[in-house]
């Protein structure tokens, strides 16, 4: 599987990857997540936008990444907005976190990066006994004009098409998103599906806001530096020049908890 180096563009990534939904944290607190002295593992965790939403309610977190220079984001955003979350340099497969230690391990936008099994492994070594893995994905849809004509750009930059990230492009049939082979492999290893459920919201964009967005996608984020300069140029230039564009979004969240 193709590894993209996210920290190629970090700082598109930092201002393009806070559209967390307020309805994502009001979803899980009426399934009865609750994050108040919660000690929480954020795997995957990029710039730090769940890590902050979860210490905003209290949580005790520790975010992990493999990407350097993403994590200096993480570092400089809780400097700027007063956080004091841990951030540390591993992988999901090599945490570095000690045994046993979490209530909660979090996994946003990732999944689909990992080495499955070796990851699995490791959440089931880091979790105290019964504790809760949420794996969420969130992203643009499909069918608005914005979308289309970026979708038209980028096809004409990405060889071998748009397909879906990561090991996603594997898989035959997925549901809300998510292959259907990760449920079977969460349940073998020991992870009860306690819930699985879909929201919809939108974000509003400037056009400049919507670039950067896009740069932030691995499609883009995996090209050659002059490439993806060039092809942001061009998507720059195919859109209007509107105030702001309002783009729907998915949020696909799934609970499961440890059974061992």
Not at 116 to 123: F, P, S, V, W
């Amino acid at each position: 599987m193709e590894h993209i180096d996210f920290g190629q563009v970090a700082k598109s990534y930092a201002k393009a990857r806070e559209d967390i939904p307020v309805s994502l944290m009001d979803s899980l607190y009426i399934r009865g997540i609750f994050f108040d002295g919660k000690k929480v593992a954020d795997i995957g965790c990029g710039t730090g936008a769940l890590s902050r939403k979860m210490a905003m309610r209290k949580a005790d977190v520790t975010g992990v990444d493999p990407s350097k220079e993403l994590l200096q984001y993480a570092v400089a955003l809780n400097l700027l907005k007063n956080y004091k979350i841990p951030y540390l340099q591993g992988t999901s497969e090599d945490t570095g976190l000690q045994d046993s230690q979490f209530d909660m391990v979090t996994v946003m936008r990732a999944w689909h990066w990992f080495d499955r099994e070796k990851a699995i492994t490791e959440m089931k070594r880091i979790l105290k006994a019964k504790g809760t893995l949420l794996v969420i994905d969130s992203g643009f849809l499909v069918g608005s004009s914005v979308v289309k004509k970026t979708f038209e750009v980028l096809s004409r930059y990405v060889n071998g098409g748009l397909k879906p990230a990561g090991t996603k492009a594997d898989s035959k049939q997925r549901i809300n998103g998510f292959p259907v082979e990760w449920f079977d492999e969460w349940q073998r290893n020991g992870f009860e599906l306690r819930d699985f459920y879909k929201l919809n919201y939108s974000v509003t964009f400037t056009k400049q806001e919507w670039v950067e967005r896009v740069e932030s996608v691995s499609w883009i984020a995996g090209l050659e530096a002059g490439v993806r300069k060039k092809a942001l140029q061009d998507l720059s230039d195919s859109l209007s020049d509107e105030d702001s564009f309002v783009i729907p979004h998915d949020c696909n969240v799934c609970v499961l908890r440890l059974q061992e």
